[in-house]
């Protein structure tokens, strides 16, 4: 079955941290990259992050770098997202899944982040 839980988000002020988490399923996670995305109000869905099978790559969109941090759990079939510095255009709707994706692939249905300012 496939599955993908993310949770984690709110709404918090500007310069605040949030701590993502996501649950895939082993036909999702296993050996592949995966990443974390999202979807502003009005806005097409784009990657944040994403991170190899073996966490040794990390990428971060140059929005975000130096202010999130992309982890997973293997074992746990886990891969999370540590916001911190949040900023008003961090708003939206985050999903995870794998990376690259494909049109046809599953979404679930993400985790709202809201930042104030």
């Known amino acids: 079955q496939v599955q993908l839980v993310e949770s984690g988000g709110g709404v918090v002020q500007a310069g605040g941290s949030l701590r993502l988490s996501c649950a895939a399923s082993?036909?999702?996670?296993?050996?592949?990259?995966m990443g974390w995305y999202r979807q502003a109000p009005g806005k097409r869905r784009e990657l944040v992050s994403f991170?190899?099978?073996?966490?040794?790559?990390?990428k971060y969109v140059d929005a975000v770098k130096d202010r999130f941090v992309i982890y997973r759990d293997n074992d746990k079939m886990t891969v999370h997202l540590q916001m911190d510095s949040l900023k008003p255009e961090d708003t939206g709707v985050y999903y995870c899944?794998?990376?690259?994706?494909?049109?046809?692939?599953?979404w679930g249905q993400g985790t709202q982040v809201t930042v104030s300012s």
């Open positions: 991170i190899e099978s073996d966490a040794k790559t990390v």
């Open positions: 082993r036909s999702i996670f296993d050996f592949r990259a």
């Open positions: 899944n794998q990376y690259p994706t494909n049109p046809w692939d599953y």
